[in-house]
């Protein structure tokens, strides 16, 4: 059983960074997909951003291509979002999730892909 732990939210203005980590327990980290997904009030989860188990393939929903990163350091078993140039629409509770297939090929951008959640960290953006 995997357990995953987010951290590193928190308020921040317009235009700044923000980087989110994703600690896991258990299971075998280094051969999980790992994916963020976020959720705005009143709005449905939505995917954030995906990378494969070996950290060389990553994948961006359009509306954080180019200012978010995601990355993953195995060996801690930690899987990292750096948030940089912030804006209002980006609050939400981030989660980090982990898909337990091997080598998912497209990368899992749909909630169902995935088998393990954090129990999230809130992000607010003032402007």
């Known amino acids: 059983q995997v357990q995953l732990a987010d951290s590193g939210g928190g308020l921040v203005q317009a235009g700044g960074s923000l980087r989110l980590s994703c600690a896991a327990s258990?299971?075998?980290?280094?051969?999980?997909?790992m994916g963020w997904f976020r959720q705005a009030p009143g709005k449905e989860r939505e995917f954030v951003a995906a990378i494969n188990w070996s950290g060389r393939n990553t994948y961006y929903a359009d509306s954080v291509k180019g200012r978010f990163t995601i990355s993953r350091d195995n060996a801690k078993k930690v899987v990292y979002l750096q948030m940089n140039s912030l804006k209002p629409e980006d609050t939400a509770v981030y989660y980090c999730?982990?898909?337990?297939?091997?080598?998912?090929?497209?990368?899992?951008?749909?909630?169902?892909?995935?088998?393990?959640w954090g129990q999230g960290t809130q992000v607010t953006v003032s402007s």
């Open positions: 999730a982990a898909d337990a297939e091997f080598g998912r090929v497209p990368l899992g951008r749909h909630e169902g892909e995935y088998d393990y």
């Open positions: 258990g299971g075998t980290f280094s051969s999980y997909g």
